[in-house]
């Protein structure tokens, strides 16, 4: 873990791997002292911005991100417990119909049936955004589900596909091009202007999945 100082507010954190920054950012989220001194907290794949209110000193602001080893233990109990944290999860009904279905059943080994039981089966974290506004990387789902993206993108991936990519799953907020394995599709709307936060999924947030037929 390295901390870099990132403008006149704000620290960078890098990390080792996603479960660390999951472990971070829940873990500064939940200092005593965040709603005082913090302005943001910006996950991303392997880093965690940490961003102080307007006049909080930076070495202030360094007391609420916590030691190497406090984010070790705590990421490796998020792996050992988040098959089991279902509170305040969003769930999200999935038609297991995608194009690359059958795909993702060939690089896993695994039928179709049990590809939709494994990603049904295990609550999935909100790591961080990006991508387009509402796109959510959600990890921490079945490890037998780790495939690669495919070899060509598609030039337009449809709203609402759910797909699988390395550690991570996630659901098009909006038509795009894309390279994501399809495996499934859902109508529900993960960007809304209308609604506040207009993201469905913000991070931290525990996700299920769920077949609906």
Excluded: C, K, N
């Excluded at 050992?80 to 995608?98: K, L, N, W």
């Excluded at 796109?135 to 337009?156: H, I, K, N």
């Excluded at 599709?185 to 993201?199: V, Y």
Aim: hydrophobic share 45%.
């Amino acid at each position: 873990m390295r901390l870099l100082p990132y403008g006149d507010r704000g620290l960078l954190v890098e990390l080792d791997d996603t479960a660390s920054v999951v472990a971070l950012a829940d873990l500064v989220r939940a200092h005593p002292a965040a709603a005082d001194l913090l302005a943001d907290v910006v996950p991303g794949a392997r880093t965690v911005l940490v961003v102080a209110r307007p006049g909080v000193p930076r070495d202030r602001l360094r007391s609420v991100v916590p030691t190497g080893s406090v984010v070790a233990e705590r990421s490796g109990r998020h792996r050992r417990t988040v098959r089991g944290d279902t509170a305040g999860e969003v769930v999200i009904p999935v038609v297991y119909d995608g194009p690359d279905l059958a795909a993702v059943a060939s690089l896993t080994g695994l039928g179709e049936r049990e590809v939709v039981a494994a990603h049904t089966g295990t609550p999935w974290r909100v790591a961080f955004g990006g991508f387009a506004p509402g796109f959510a990387y959600l990890v921490g789902g079945d490890p037998r589900l780790r495939v690669p993206r495919r070899s060509e993108p598609r030039t337009g991936v449809p709203a609402g596909s759910v797909g699988l990519a390395g550690e991570f799953s996630g659901v098009y907020p909006r038509a795009s091009p894309g390279g994501w394995q399809l495996i499934g599709r859902t109508d529900l709307p993960l960007w809304d202007l209308d609604r506040d936060p207009p993201a469905l999924l913000t991070a931290g947030a525990t996700v299920r999945f769920e077949a609906a037929r």
